[in-house]
């Protein structure tokens, strides 16, 4: 599977199928790798890259921090994972894109339209993590997560990570950076050193800027109100992807479909058919 450095780290992708592209955003959390697309949740079940290849390059990718995919120990915001799509875009020489997010994948796709709206041809926003009790357990997981730094220190973290498999989602314990201190030696060595009070820093920044919202978070409902992105919101049904976030998005993207059918009737039949659909008008 190929690899490309982008902005310093190193990411991997894969493109799957024949066709116009669509650029997927992984569902998963701080654990959004490729492979969610086909191994996570009810993206297991639905198929949607086998159901797309035949029409559409799908190009799945490990999000920085996630996978195989590198990091860097620095203030995560929604323009780094910008700056990682646009990267990969460029490296492939695809000029515009459809794009698709799944879960926190939405928020990312989002920001990319505002961003840089002339790359995005058409979005599809599936089950959108969001809504209070989303906002409020992100915050626990980081708070968890520094109190374990403060009692043992970051080469303990270093020493946890590498002893488990579960990342930041299943183990507070184990940070954002999880998964590159797993596959980088240099990264572990560096993460072990950096000054306790300058990381606490970097991680209440980072936790008070990415879930700064009780809806979608990411990107400001005047951006969105502005965008003529044709995008298909799908809506989610549990704590994490309240319907609210779905509604939210629904009120702010002037150019959209909102499909509205409960999770249970998003089958691998119905699901993959209607955004097919969506896909082959834009």
């Known amino acids: 599977m190929p690899y490309v450095d982008i902005d310093g780290i190193r990411t991997r992708y894969e493109t799957v199928g024949d066709g116009p ?23 297991r079940d639905l198929g949607f890259v086998d159901a797309f290849k035949h029409r559409y390059t799908c190009v799945v990718f490990d999000r920085r921090e996630s996978g195989q995919s590198s990091g860097r120990v620095e203030r995560l915001d929604w323009p780094v994972y910008v ?47 969001g809504g209070p009790r989303y906002r409020q357990a992100q915050h626990r997981r980081f708070v968890q997560h ?34 590159p201190l797993r ?16 990381y606490d820093l970097i991680v209440t920044a980072t936790v008070r800027g990415l879930f700064d919202r009780d809806t979608v978070p990411g990107v400001e409902a005047e951006d969105l109100m502005a965008l ?20 939210y998005l ?6 959209h479909d909102y499909w509205d059918v409960p999770v249970v009737e998003q089958t691998p039949e119905t699901a993959p058919a209607r955004i097919l659909a969506f896909l082959d008008r834009h």
């Not at 003529?228 to 509604?247: M, Y």
């Not at 629904?250 to 150019?255: G, I």
């Open 146 to 179: 520094l109190a374990y730094v403060a009692e043992h220190g970051l080469p303990a973290v270093v020493d946890l990570a590498r002893s488990t498999t579960a990342g930041f989602s299943k183990d507070p314990r184990v940070g954002p950076w999880a998964a």
């Open 83 to 129: 700056t990682q799509a646009l990267g990969l875009l460029d490296h492939l020489g695809i000029e515009q894109a459809h794009t698709m997010g799944g879960c926190v994948g939405c928020s990312t796709a989002a920001a990319l339209a505002v961003a840089a709206p002339d790359r995005v041809r058409s979005m599809v926003l599936f089950s959108p993590a």
């Open 183 to 198: 596959t980088d030696e240099a990264f572990a060595k560096e993460y072990a050193t950096i000054d306790p009070v300058r």
């Open 21 to 43: 592209p669509i650029l997927m955003f992984s569902p998963g959390g701080f654990d959004s790798s490729l492979d969610n697309w086909t191994h996570f949740g009810r993206y």
């Open 250 to 255: 629904e009120e702010c993207l002037p150019v």
């Open 228 to 247: 003529e992105v044709p995008a298909l919101i799908v809506p989610g049904q549990d704590v994490s992807h309240a319907p609210s976030a779905a509604r």
